[in-house]
């Protein structure tokens, strides 16, 4: 069966750290993109980062230079390194996989998207 397993999700106080990881289970993702997706309560799921098979990488402007995505193919994961959080940045977070192998302009479009995971949530407060 294949699943995306999200983890890391938790409570944060603004300008702190989290590490969010995502581990894929029935198949094998090293020659697709992954990416991290987020939803607000009444916003629309966005895309974060992607991350090519290649090691490529792009970032939706709003997480640029605080975010950092990285995999790692051996653990079949990939994972979401959130710095400098905000109250914006609160949600649930979801891990995807790509139909294609390299990011590109469109990464974030839903048609691009194979697998989906079930979400990890993030709340930012003091």
């Known amino acids: 069966q294949v699943q995306l397993v999200e983890s890391g999700g938790a409570l944060v106080q603004p300008g702190g750290a989290l590490r969010l990881s995502c581990e894929a289970f029935g198949f094998t993702p090293d020659y697709y993109a992954l990416m991290w997706f987020r939803q607000a309560p009444g916003s629309e799921r966005e895309g974060v980062p992607c991350?090519?098979?290649?090691?490529?990488?792009g970032y939706a402007w709003a997480v640029k230079d605080r975010f950092t995505i990285s995999r790692d193919n051996r653990q079949k994961s990939v994972y979401l390194q959130m710095t400098s959080v905000q109250a914006e940045d609160a949600g649930v977070y979801y891990c995807a996989t790509s139909m294609k192998r390299f990011c590109g302009e469109n990464w974030a479009a839903p048609d691009n998207i194979k697998h989906w995971g079930d979400g990890t949530r993030v709340s930012v407060s003091w």
């Open positions: 991350i090519s098979s290649t090691m490529g990488t």
